[in-house]
């Protein structure tokens, strides 16, 4: 069974930094690429950030680039988001989701973890 | 970039048909592939609908995609609606500047 399950969310203040982890199983993780997608608090879903299986390629939002990073441990089977100089805006869940490929779809989810950015 | 719209909201009785559209405001709704999210409350999204009109599997046949490039849009279709069908529901694609794109959602009220 495949199951992505996310960690490292909490409350943090403006400016701040936080470092969002999303561990894989059931599945070969080297294969498939891996996604962030954010949900604020009652509104929609937004792509954050992709990475190919082999972090050869990586795609950012234009609201995160420059301040996030995600980055991949294949032989850890994880997923890792690195969020610097956080803005009151990047309140949200943040999921991590698989796809086969860039253009894919989002074929299995996390359950989230929730990033609360306040003073 | 483009943006997707969709409605809402919109609300159909049990048993009956509704229609989700999505419309691309720049550029061809037949450049990428349109996917299709449906969200529960308290729940992850799942997909309903890849590559415009694919279903993957367990999903049932009352779901399907579609796309129009007359009216540069994608629609979702849900026949013999069912009261576990009331959701969010999003549409999805990808720009050509390597950008994921979602519509800001519809929430469909099974009534």
């Known amino acids: 069974e495949v199951q992505l399950v996310e960690s490292g969310g909490g409350l943090v203040q403006p400016g701040g930094s936080l470092r969002l982890s999303c561990a894989a199983s059931g599945f070969t993780f080297s294969s498939y690429s891996m996604n962030w997608v954010r949900q604020a608090p009652g509104k929609g879903l937004e792509w954050v950030s992709y990475?190919?299986?082999?972090?050869?390629?990586?795609y950012y939002a234009d609201s995160v680039k420059g301040r996030f990073t995600i980055s991949r441990d294949n032989a850890k089977n994880s997923l890792y988001l690195q969020m610097n100089s956080l803005r009151d805006e990047d309140t949200a869940v943040y999921y991590c989701?698989?796809?086969?490929?860039?253009?894919?779809?989002?074929?299995?989810w996390g359950q989230g973890t929730l990033v609360t950015v306040s003073s | 970039n483009f943006m997707l719209t969709q409605p809402h909201s919109v609300s159909e009785s049990p048993g009956k048909t509704v229609t989700i559209s999505c419309t691309r405001s720049s550029g061809s709704i037949a450049s990428n592939y349109v996917q299709w999210y449906q969200q529960r409350p308290g729940s992850s999204p799942t997909t309903v609908i890849y590559e415009d009109n694919q279903r993957p599997s367990g999903v049932p046949d009352r779901f399907s995609g579609s796309i129009d490039s007359s009216s540069n849009s994608a629609s979702l279709t849900i026949s013999g609606l069912k009261t576990e069908d009331e959701a969010d529901y999003y549409c999805?694609?990808?720009?050509?500047?390597?950008?994921?794109?979602f519509g800001g959602g519809t929430k469909l009220t099974v009534l």
């Open positions: 989701a698989r796809s086969q490929q860039w253009l894919a779809d989002f074929d299995y």
């Open positions: 990475i190919s299986s082999s972090s050869s390629t990586i």
């Open positions: 999805q694609s990808y720009d050509s500047s390597n950008r994921g794109v």
